[in-house]
């Protein structure tokens, strides 16, 4: 949470993903969207936004003190940053670690510095990518007609995190998450609703309702599991399965989620509805093991790190740190 005086008087904001309620969550998505369309500048979408949080949105401001107003709704509006990074590709790698942090959240024309570095940032072209990398479900239900959908859940306490993901629920909607991303249509959509919020997505009548939800509502059903999927693969044990030769999961054949099920069955894992019933983290864990071991097996008969990736699917970068 954020603390921004107005005069003596404290109010606390949200400013982090995981801080956001789900209208909240709901009404950033919908200004994501507008600005990604070329609708909205990030100026506008920053004080919309804000606006939104602190209740400003249909305020009458008298004429008089509008200039004002809209100067202190700018200044507010600068302190959330959570939601976009800076990408300047590689023209800011040999700035000094400091300023790069900066960078990537400020866009140089708003830092007081006049350093030379700075200085040089703002000479630069950039591009705003959305920072979407959390735990938790934002939307913990959904309503559908006069039916109320319970969705999946996750938490990090501790450096722990547990989740109510299923391997079938993972594996599926990964592989649905992937081909949204490769621009299937609205029904692959529905069906990861579906998936994640306990709806048998064979339910064909059921699945058309979901379909019929407002776009908003399922672009953020979306971006809240691929949020999920990038931390369990950018910040966690599991990693070691993530290639970072790409910023977002990339599937790849050994590792396929949907295969990898009946992989676990013919490693005696169990029968396949015992599999698709097993614990996401569980799940995880084996498949994790299982590359680990297999890549270290081929490294025993001097396999280069090149020839075990090419036989595995895996980057070079990915093999390397499981042989450390």
Known sequence: MITLYFGETPYRF?????????????????????FWAGALSMCDLRIAFF???????????????????FDNLLTASRQ???????????????????????????PPDELLSDSAEIRYARTLEYEYRI???????????????????FGWRANLEGGALTTSLSSYQYAQGYDLLMAIGEGANRRAMALLVG?????????????????????????AVVLNFHAFVTFIFTRTAFSVLWSA?????????RISMSDSLYGLCKDGYGNYEQVEKMPLLTYLGIMRAE??????????????????????????????????
Request: charged letters at 30%; hydrophobic letters at 40%; glycine letters at 6%.
């Open 291 to 324: 590359t680990i071991q297999a890549v270290r097996s081929m490294a025993t008969d001097d396999t280069t790190p090149e020839e075990i990736a090419g036989r595995m699917g895996l980057s070079v970068g990915q093999v390397q740190r499981m042989l450390c």
């Open 245 to 253: 030769d790409s910023d977002r999961p990339k599937r790849q054949e």
């Open 51 to 69: 606006r939104h949080l602190a209740g400003l949105e249909h305020i009458r401001v008298p004429a008089h003190a509008r200039e004002r107003f």
């Open 14 to 34: 949200p400013n982090a993903w995981e801080e956001l309620t789900a209208g909240q969550y709901l009404r950033l998505v919908e200004l994501l969207g507008l």
């Open 195 to 219: 998936l994640l919020y306990e709806v048998d997505t064979n339910d064909t009548a059921r699945i058309e309702q979901i379909e019929r939800l407002p776009d908003i509502l399922l672009q």
């Open 131 to 149: 920072d979407a990398v959390w735990v938790g479900n934002l939307l913990p239900t959904i309503r559908l007609k006069d039916d109320v959908l």
């Open 80 to 106: 959330f940053d959570f939601f976009f990074t800076l990408d300047y590709g590689d023209r800011i790698d040999h700035l000094s670690t400091d300023v790069r942090k900066m960078l990537r959240k400020r």
